[in-house]
């Protein structure tokens, strides 16, 4: 059987315009909400279909793109027809296939939990894959192939044993690397969800089975190679985050390293770029500063010939990050200046996949990351709440933590009974966000209310704080 080659999808990339792919998500998932649907679009989503890896998608996306752009039917949309894509044999059954799981709604202003209607369960991270049926059993198919990755897949839910080692082809070829591609983004869902600490210990297998693939090799230099490479830095710069966000800062470390070494044997200057900006943000929170200034202006050189102002913002942040920790006001302002005036240049094209957490949400919490550090705890406050004000629903440990954040710097501006509500809504979500790093900063919160416990909003916000955590240690 004949191997299919994606074929760009131009219509569905023109109807974008001049939005970014993660602002086009956005504007998807809020269609959906219209119609009573709920899908998990994401910027690497619309790329995916805009490279024509989906060349039909599901049925949930379709009556949300329907009704996105009326009077248009899907083949105006680019799309082929289902039963082009799924087989004959398949038609009957073509509504099995799944839409991404259900998110979360917007919290309610007020403390109560989300009912559990709207509460995704555990496992429903895993069933992200939109492929079409054709390209999945022309890939399982190939027997050396799913047994190299089967150790790929990171599971159903975020909890649970790691994924067995499975034998490596000795060449390694498309399949391989577009399902280790697939690892890293089902990652980065995963965590955008639930946070790290139910996934790094996952993580593991599929990080070895990564560079077992890079060991392996291809038999020559192209394209395919240069993306095995590719994607194996990114799976370790992942996994890497998943340590850096789960308090194993020595393990985020070394896979940090690991990433850049993959990036300079390959050449790859955005790898370059983003191994050495989560090095600075590793260095920031591991209290090493100049360390964190040093290597924030490292990835800002190896990105620099990369045509992405959202990068450089984010890389002046780091580096503002780092100058707020050694206590240099002026070098910290000078770099949130630029921050701000790359930002409004704009998205591109050109910006990388994993910048989709990125966007004004993520630049105003991490501009209250660098007041907080510069003790203007006022300032940060207010940052912080825009920060929770902007931040798609979609990112729920992002939503944690951002609010966990405004509820420490309302705390220690002296606003206790705001600084009570904040923490209340970061319990809400805890059920569904493992983070210890997220439960390091209530901790610190929780010590800065203590002495006003006999207040009613700060004493209840303590008595649900201790008999979470008591709950959080036994389970």
């Known amino acids: 059987m004949a191997s299919t080659r994606a074929v760009p999808n131009l219509a569905f990339r023109r109807l974008r315009g001049r939005r970014s792919p993660g602002e086009f998500a956005a504007a998807v998932r809020r269609s959906a909400r219209e119609i009573g649907e709920q899908v998990a679009c994401d910027a690497r989503y619309i790329g995916r279909v805009e490279a024509g890896e989906i060349r039909c998608p599901n049925y949930a ?58 509460t995704p369960a555990r496992g429903d991270g ?31 839910g975020i909890g649970g044993a790691p994924a067995a080692a499975a034998p490596v082809p000795r060449q390694v070829g498309e399949a391989e690397v577009s399902a280790l591609e697939e690892a890293v983004r089902r990652i980065r869902l ?46 370790a710069i992942s996994v890497g985050w998943l340590a850096h966000d789960s308090g194993r800062f020595d393990d985020a470390r070394s896979h940090y390293a690991e990433a850049l070494a993959t990036a300079r044997v390959a050449g790859d200057a955005g790898l370059e770029a983003h191994a050495f900006c989560n090095t600075s943000f590793l260095a920031r929170d591991a209290g090493r500063h100049r360390e964190a200034v040093r290597a924030a202006q490292a990835s800002r050189h190896a990105a620099r010939d990369l045509a992405s102002p959202r990068l450089l913002s984010l890389l002046a942040l780091r580096e503002a990050g780092g100058w707020a920790g050694l206590g240099d006001r002026t070098g910290c302002e000078q770099s949130l200046g630029q921050a701000h ?3 409004e240049r704009g998205p591109s094209d050109d910006d990388p996949e994993w910048m989709s957490f990125f966007g004004e949400s993520e630049l105003q919490a991490l501009e209250a990351q660098c007041r907080a550090a510069l003790g203007d705890w006022s300032a940060a406050a207010r940052h912080a709440y825009r920060a929770t004000v902007l931040q798609d629903p979609h990112f729920t440990r992002n939503l944690a933590l951002y609010r966990a954040e405004l509820a420490t710097d309302l705390a220690r501006a002296g606003f206790l009974d705001e600084a009570a509500a904040a923490g209340h809504q970061v319990l809400d979500l805890m059920d569904e966000v493992q983070s210890s790093r997220i439960q390091g900063i209530l901790a610190g919160m929780v010590r800065v209310l203590l002495p006003k416990r006999r207040t009613a909003e700060v004493g209840g916000f303590l008595t649900r704080h201790a008999s979470t955590a008591a709950t959080a240690r036994r389970a």
């Open 341 to 343: 005036t790359l930002f």
């Open 190 to 235: 995963l965590d955008d969800r639930h946070g790290a600490d139910g996934l790094y210990r996952r993580a593991a297998q599929p990080l070895r089975t990564a560079y077992a693939l890079l060991d392996a090799g291809t038999a020559t230099r192209s394209a395919t190679a240069d993306r095995l490479h590719a994607s194996a830095g990114e799976l």
């Open 61 to 118: 996306y379709e009556r949300v793109f329907l009704h996105m752009f009326p009077g248009l039917t899907l083949a105006d949309l680019g799309f082929s027809a289902r039963e082009s894509v799924r087989g004959r044999a398949s038609r009957a059954t073509a509504g099995a296939c799944a839409a991404p799981a259900p998110l979360p709604g917007p919290l309610p202003a007020r403390t109560p939990a989300p009912t559990p209607a709207r």
């Open 126 to 156: 895993s069933d992200i894959s939109e492929e079409s049926d054709v390209r999945r059993r022309a890939f399982m198919t190939n027997s050396t192939a799913s047994m190299a990755v089967a150790s790929l897949g990171i599971g159903s």
